[in-house]
T-cell receptor, first 112, second 114 residues
Framework: SAVISQKPSRDICQRGTSLTIQCQVD?????MFWYRQQPGQSLTLIAT?????????ESGFVIDKFPISRPNLTFSTLTVSNMSPEDSSIYLC?????????FGPGTRLLVL | QKEVEQDPGPLSVPEGAIVSLNCTYS??????FMWYRQYSRKGPELLMY????GNKEDGRFTAQVDKSSKYISLFIRDSQPSDSATYLC??????????????FGQGTELSVKP
């Protein structure tokens, strides 16, 4: 399976600001995914990011709030814009091997 | 009603016990079933992957899928304190970009006491 790293591992931010989370994979992958895991909740898919095309967002998530970049086959970023305390969560990127998905360590975000 | 239901626990067992973790689902289109283990402050780690109905065994872990009942299980034999984690079930309709969207259960928190 691919080795996935995320930066930052955690951050504390003020409301109204934005944070960009980076996801790096040690091999080329076609599909990358961004999830949110809120306290006591299951993982929720935010969007699917394929290289060379616009990200596909799930219901309830919009590009203005969560812009995503996918400049190449090993890297993606997720920005959480104009943050509010409700955005406090763990953000996870994952990659697919064509059958299932493998996850990064996550970014723990606290918005004050 | 959620597409995937999983008892959040917490579940506490003594070391050496057999652990049974379960999920039910409502969408009969799900074909691929997974169990992930998530340690505190870590990302989910894939434990088991099964397609359609049947059993799959890997060491102390056995995954069962009963599509007729829309019910999946993960059994852990001879449980160890190192098995203490949150276990998440996940499932999807297919493996391509559109059909491969994973739907997760809420996760069951397991604690194995020495």
């Amino acid at each position: 399976s691919a080795v996935i790293s995320q930066k930052p591992s955690r951050d504390i931010c003020q409301r109204g600001t934005s944070l960009t989370i980076q996801c790096q994979v040690d091999s080329q992958v076609t599909m990358m995914f961004w999830y949110r895991q809120q306290p006591g909740q299951s993982l929720t898919l935010i969007a699917t990011a394929n290289q060379g095309s616009e990200a596909t967002y799930e219901s309830g998530f919009v590009i203005d709030k969560f812009p995503i970049s996918r400049p190449n086959l090993t890297f993606s970023t997720l920005t959480v814009s104009n943050m509010s305390p409700e955005d406090s969560s763990i953000y996870l990127c994952s990659v697919s091997d064509g059958k299932t998905q493998y996850f990064g360590p996550g970014t723990r975000l606290l918005v004050l | 009603q959620k597409e995937v239901e999983q008892d959040p626990g917490p579940l506490s067992v003594p070391e050496g016990a057999i652990v049974s973790l379960n999920c039910t689902y409502s969408n009969s289109a799900f074909q691929y079933f997974m169990w992930y283990r998530q340690y505190s402050r870590k990302g989910p780690e894939l434990l088991m992957y099964t397609y359609s109905s049947g059993n799959k065994e890997d060491g102390r872990f056995t995954a069962q899928v009963d599509k007729s009942s829309k019910y999946i299980s993960l059994f852990i034999r001879d449980s160890q304190p190192s098995d203490s984690a949150t276990y998440l079930c996940a499932m999807s309709k297919g493996v391509n970009n559109q059909g491969g969207k994973l739907i997760f259960g809420q996760g069951t928190e397991l604690s194995v006491k020495p």
